[in-house]
Each structure stands twice: as C-alpha cells, then as structure tokens.
C-alpha cells in the first residue's frame, strides 16, 4: 500500500469518525430495544402494529413499516414480518400475548427490507410470497440488510435476509375460518401482492398505498403503479391497512398516493422536457399538499435518483 | 476487509500526522482532513481562496452511488482558465477537469462516490488564483468498486461511444445535453481494467474549441453533461473525444 494511499485511507477513518458517518455508534444501553409494539385491533382477529411515519434511524430501529396478523381457528397469519430478527422476536411476543395459537403462515406484500427481514424467525412455517418478491428477496436481501444495519445499527443485529420459501399466485386460499383474496399487482415494486380477508372485509394494501407518509419509489414503475390503484378503487373492503401510514375505511389513502404519483411522473417529465439537470430538479417546489406529508422532501430527492434518468431518456435524440 | 484496514491506517495517521494538518482543515469550510494533501497535490503554491462564487450543488444525500447529480456554476468570476473536480474522500479523487472557451463556465455531470465525501470546484482564473468551492454528500458507499451496469447486459460493446443529445434555448441563454454510452469501468472493481473516456471537445463547423473535458474514471457509466451558453449554441456543434483504450467519439449535436 503506497504512503499515499494509507495516507489516504487514514484521512477517511479520521473524518468518518470524526463525523460519525458509515461507522457503527452503540446503542445506548443494552437492553433498550424495545420496538414497543402495541397491536391495534382493527376487525375480527385482525390485528395491526403501527410503524413511524420515519426513516430507518437508530432512534427508530426500522419500526417504520405496518405490519399484522390475522387469528383463525387453525393459528395465526402474519402479514409482513418486518424490518429485523429483533422486530420479529417482539412481534411473536405480541402475538402469543394475545393468542396461545401457533403461528402458521407469513406473507410477504413484497420485497422490501422493511417488510421481510423478520423472517428468519420465522423459519418454522409456511413463509409465502410472489415469486417476483421472491427473485427480488433473494436479489437484493444482502445489500438491504447492510443498507439497515447502516442506517439503524444496534437494532439490526443478528439479522439475515432470509426470502420466503413458498411462491403463490393470486387466487383464494382459506385458512381456518378465514377466506382470504390474493391479488397480485405490481408498481411499487415488480410484485405487489394485496391480500383481502373475504370475511372481515379486511384489505392489506402493502406499500401500493402510503397514508400521510411520501411513497417511496427505489423499484417503482409510476405506469403500474398507477393502474394497481385503479384496480385497488374496484375492490370492496371495510378497511384498508396501508404498507405505511394510519389504517383508512375509505379511498383517501389511495386518492392521495395516487395524486403524489401524478405529480411526481408530471413534474419529472416536464422538469426533463425544459432540458433540467438532476441537480437542478432537487430543488423543484413541492405542491402545499405534499410538502406537509412526513419525508416529503427526503423521498422526492430519492425519487430522483430513481425516475429522472428514465423521463431524461426520452428527451435526447439520436443523430438521424 | 475494509474496516480493518481502515482502522490499520488511522493508528499510523494519528501517530505520524503533524499538527499542522488539523490546522489547515480548520480553513476548509468542509473540514476535511484531506484538504492540504488535495491542495498540495492539485494547486501546488498557488493562492487559494474559498469563494462562494463558485457554488456547486447536488444532493445532501447520493441516493445512488454510481450516479450523484452534481452542478458546478461559476458566475461573476472573470477570466475563468480551468475548473477541476474532486472528491476528497473517493478512491480516485480526481473526477474531472473543464475549460470554457466560450461556453459558460458551469457544468453539470453525474459522479460515482465510494463513501460520504467533500465534492469540490476548483477554478483557476488568470491571475493564477485558485477559487475554490464545494459541498459535502453523504453516500452509502460501493460508487467506485461495483462494476459497471452495463457489463452485465449483453452488446454494450455494440453501443460504446454513441451519443444522444438535445439543445434547449431560452432567450438568454442555451443548454446543451448530452448522454454517452460508455462503461467508464473505474479498474476498481475485480477482473475489470479501467475503461473510461479521457477527453472529451465541444467544437464548431469551423472547429474551433468551445469546451473541453478531461475526465476519469470516477464520472458515472454513460455519461451525461450538460453545457450551457450565453446566447444561443454555436452552430454545427459537435462532440469530438477519445476513451483510455484509443476508441474515438465523433457526434454531431442534435437540435
């Protein structure tokens, strides 16, 4: 290793310490992981667990994410298992607080960390999901996993990406006394599987629909997305439970998700059409309706990063 | 592998580092504890101001490693000769090099970062002074080391060196874009030799230079720049260039 090098390399290690960036920090105190998870009863045997309208943090520990579960006579289905081996742990605590029924089923609404890196501790049933969620756990379940531990450190320990075992198309699927829709979409991310509780009139959305909370866009297709809504419109359901956000009885949830997606693909595109730079787009105006939305302004400069390249391409031209 | 190695070389800088680095970082709006090596190794003994005139901008945050969005816009500097860019933490920390020869000096390119990291505009102006300004992006890293995307779909080789471009006009001003197909393969990433455009010219009908790059390894896989003008784009602009292996870029502007 050349003087220059090391020297280098050593100026890194100084400042990234110096700033606390890219290097782990401890926890506070051991044994202060407690993700606090407090089930929400929202129908029959159906049980929500509210997560932050944040960002992966190490206050927050990834508790960003909804998920649930579903009591039936035969035993419990969890939907998502959220963003850690620890999350999940708490979340079996939860459930066998409620219930001294085993838990006998996980689905996963799709491949993102925050919905799927509990599953390791669910190695004992049927842990189920599209098989584009599958592909993309298997894909990407590594990075997601060092790409939390990053952001949210102690809490993340002893976690392993772990992609569910069993594919399954849409269709229905009883389970106790419990008769459940799964609908397969795509648009946040390449599978987006919706599973509707035919009883309750239940409707798990998965992250095709955030409620007060910016949508997130790292695999999104707007084009998709967008039809995944409309088809989502056509559904009957008492109650839905977004990926993100506070459960809704009507389609605001949908309504305002589908209005931000709107407007990002047509600010984007125009933004693109006037000839901007990326860097010159990161600071386009928010609308008054979502500038107010929680990280409103951090996933618009994500989504950016993901979408603008796309809209940009088909401004430039070839030498005919 | 890395942190070990990183946590080698902090005890050897924290022993033979002589007082007088934490000194000059102190001058560094961006603290950066790389700024006097930087310094010595790009302007020598040249003056050195930090000027607000030259404003880069970017995100806070690279969402995408191998392609931050960086701005570099230089205005109410006169007799601008050359800008160069860097990025004091990456593993190649030179990313780029300009001279407007008539077109503005501003200049928007993406950039691979490795790491969180000072990115800095450094514009020389003819009196041989250097005025130096920069930001500071946080990234989650592996800009540098990953091996281009385009390598792992077949026939880029089929598409190396096209270029795809637009000219917008208002009426003050023009903007030229321009996207190239090119891997720009850093020699980072294992098995994959550095493969990256090296010069890069924006000239007239009559071939007379209005724009010139230098670029290396760390500007982002098919790149694109943006270039703007006062007044409305020379007429008959093409792109001329060449990559580190000898292929030749050749591309008429397309209005």
Known sequence: MSAALLRNLAGSAFLALFLGVGFYVPQVRAGSLDYQL???????????????REDFSRSNGGNIVNTAFVVTTDGVVVIDSGPSRLYAEQMRSAIARITPKPVIRVFNTHHHPDHFLGNQVFADVSTTALAETIAGQRREGG?????????????????????????????????GDHRFELIALSGHTEGDLVIRDLGTGVLFAGDLVFHNRAPTTPHASISQWLAALDRLDAITYRTMVPGHGEPVSDGRAVEQTRRYLRWIESALLQAAERGEEMSEVLGLELPKEFAE??????????????LYRGYEATTLRHRR | ?????????????????????????????????????????????????????????????AEDSMNVPVSVKISGLVDVRRVLVVADLNPIVKVLEFSSKGALPSLHFRMKLQQGSPVRAMAQTGD????????????????????????????????????????????????????????????????????????????????????????????????????????????????????????????????
């Open chain 1, 143 to 175: 990075a997601f996993a060092d790409n939390v531990y990053r952001l949210s450190g102690d809490w993340i320990k002893g976690t392993e990406p772990v992609a569910a075992r069993d594919p399954v198309g849409p269709g229905t699927l009883l389970i």
């Open chain 1, 293 to 306: 939305i929680p990280l409103a302004r951090e996933e618009f400069a994500r989504s950016v990063a993901h």
């Open chain 2, 128 to 255: 041989g002074v250097w005025h130096v300004g920069g930001i500071w992006i946080d990234a989650s890293g592996g800009g540098c080391t990953a091996p281009s995307v385009g390598r792992s779909a077949a026939g880029w080789t089929e598409t190396l060196g096209q270029v795809q471009s637009r000219v917008w006009q208002n009426e003050t001003q023009s903007r030229v874009k321009l996207n190239i197909m090119h891997p720009m393969d850093t020699g980072l990433a294992p098995g994959i030799p550095a493969f990256y455009i090296e010069r890069l010219s924006l000239q007239d009908a009559a071939g007379r230079e209005w724009m010139t790059l230098d670029t290396f390894e760390p500007v982002s896989e098919n790149p694109v720049f943006s270039f703007d003008f006062s007044g409305p784009p020379p007429a008959g602009l093409t792109l001329v260039g060449r990559d580190n292996n000898g292929n030749r870029i050749n591309a008429r502007v397309v209005k």
């Open chain 2, 1 to 61: 592998m890395f942190l070990p190695c990183l946590f080698t070389a902090l005890v050897v800088f924290v022993v033979v580092s002589p007082a007088s680095t934490f000194a000059a970082m102190a001058d560094d709006p961006l603290q950066s504890p790389q700024w006097t090596d930087i310094r010595d190794r790009y302007l020598g003994a040249d003056k050195v101001v930090f000027d607000p005139r030259v404003a880069v901008s970017g995100p806070k945050i």
């Open chain 1, 38 to 52: 407090a089930p929400r009863l929202v129908a029959e045997d159906t049980w929500v667990l509210i997560g932050k």
